[in-house]
């Protein structure tokens, strides 16, 4: 059915296109944008006064499925995915087990499709089974349709089976995503070294853990000349590291996530396990960096590390909780509170840092905003306000730190090629604030 939407304020930086138009969707795909188009044999569904963006994509995101299905399945991941704006996904591989054959991945992305929420793309093991011993077979995986290689959860401690995975990514086109912990400093720790863990009687992670592994895999990227993408950078050293890699011509980006953006390590003070993330929450310096580094680029992506644990798991002692937070339904929420109400970020800088440059990270050829590109994109009020309640989350993960926060503005319609697949949508010519699944 064609779909005609009116009325929506359609924004995309990467084209510079910022203005109220009106699209025809057609197939799944673009027909025309333009002023004032009159249906023709159209569903016409009113957008007046939202913002109609290129579709959000999550590359760092942990689905669970297959093996931990009672943290997560791939069906409630994409579902949370879907209510929180995102059109596709990357999934990390530290499933159990991991994603380390062809089979599995495309057990991922063959079950994605028969879901039929927002995309999904597996990200691939860098080493069999995770151990950092042997390279998982990367050519067959690519084949496979693994979207990037990583061993997130753990890092690749061994500096040459690194060097040969960045090798063979170069040859293959795939960037390494690079979870950069040097186990030996941080075995142990439960939240960030310093003042605040000595007085709460908790082994600390320096920050020393994190850097000393983003300066090696700099040096190893910039030696073999292959694409490197580091995850949840944390610290100010970090981002100083990365934008010198950058100003020498190294093929690196980053990545931040909303909590090391907007909390410190003073959220983990009442021992709130749902707090507990690694890399840990570091101090106010080091969200100044990381602020700073994501406004003049040298950070390049928002990515949320969505990582849904049961509520048993988290009701652990602090030293023995695992790590992560449930975060694809909060997370463009509280982005546009915490940073661009804030005047950290413009929404045009934040478009960017969701959509443009993590489909360009992934070669996901996601087109825009544009005549014949699939239509994939999401709608955001920026004056819709509501406080965050885990309770509603469609992932089974309601670990999050940020429940009964207050935010102003928030995703409120989803379309993955032409389909609505969350959001609601009214149908005649009253203004809509809020776009009912359809």
């Known amino acids: 059915m064609r779909k005609l939407l009116k009325g929506a304020r359609i924004l995309d930086p990467a084209r510079s296109l910022s203005e109220i138009l009106d699209i025809e969707i057609r197939d799944g795909t673009i027909a025309r944008i333009a002023r004032d188009l009159s249906p ?158 000595t007085k709460m009687g908790l082994r600390g992670i320096p920050k020393a853990a994190e850097e000393v592994m983003v300066a090696r895999d700099i040096i190893l990227a910039e030696t073999t000349r292959a694409r490197l993408h580091f995850a949840h950078i944390s610290t100010r050293r970090s981002v100083e590291l990365v934008r010198d890699g950058k100003a020498r011509g190294v093929s690196i980006t980053a990545e931040v996530t909303p909590s090391h953006l907007i909390l410190t390590e003073e959220a983990v003070s009442g021992y709130d396990t749902n707090a507990k993330v690694n890399p840990p929450l570091r101090t106010a310096d080091d969200v100044d960096a990381l602020r700073q580094g994501l406004k003049d680029g040298t950070l390049d992506v928002i990515a949320t590390d969505h990582a849904p644990h049961t509520r048993e798991d988290k009701e652990k002692e602090f030293a023995y909780a695992p790590f992560g937070i449930s975060g694809l339904e909060s997370a463009v929420s509280l982005l546009l509170t915490e940073l661009v109400g804030r005047g950290v970020l413009s929404l045009e800088e934040l478009i960017l840092k969701l959509s443009t440059n993590p489909a360009r990270i992934l070669r996901l050829h996601f087109g825009g905003i544009q005549e014949g590109s699939s239509a994939d994109f999401t709608v955001l009020d920026l004056e819709k306000e509501a406080t965050i309640d885990t309770g509603t989350f469609q992932s089974k993960g309601r670990n999050s730190p940020f429940h009964g926060w207050k935010t102003k503005g928030a995703p409120v319609l989803t379309c993955v090629q032409g389909n609505f697949v969350w959001g609601e949508v009214t149908r005649d010519s009253r203004p809509a604030r809020s776009p009912v699944m359809v």
């Open 40 to 197: 023709q044999d159209c569903e016409v569904i009113d957008l007046t006064g939202l913002v109609l963006c290129p579709g959000f994509v999550d590359m760092h995101t942990h689905l669970r499925e297959p093996g931990q299905e009672d943290k997560e399945t791939l069906e409630t991941g994409l579902r949370a995915a879907a209510r929180g704006g995102f059109v596709a996904v990357a999934c990390m591989p530290n499933t159990a087990p991991p994603l380390d054959q062809r089979a599995s991945v495309e057990y991922v992305i063959r079950r994605g499709l028969q879901i039929g929420l927002s995309r999904v793309f597996p990200v691939a093991s860098v080493s069999k089974m995770q151990k950092g011993e042997e390279l998982a077979e990367l050519g067959d995986l690519a084949e496979g349709g693994a979207v990037a290689f990583s061993d997130d959860g753990k890092p690749v401690s061994r500096a040459e089976l690194m060097r040969r995975a960045l090798e063979y990514s170069r040859m293959l086109d795939r960037p390494i995503i690079s979870h950069c912990e040097d186990l030996t400093l941080s075995a142990g720790g439960a939240m960030n070294e310093g003042y605040l863990c």
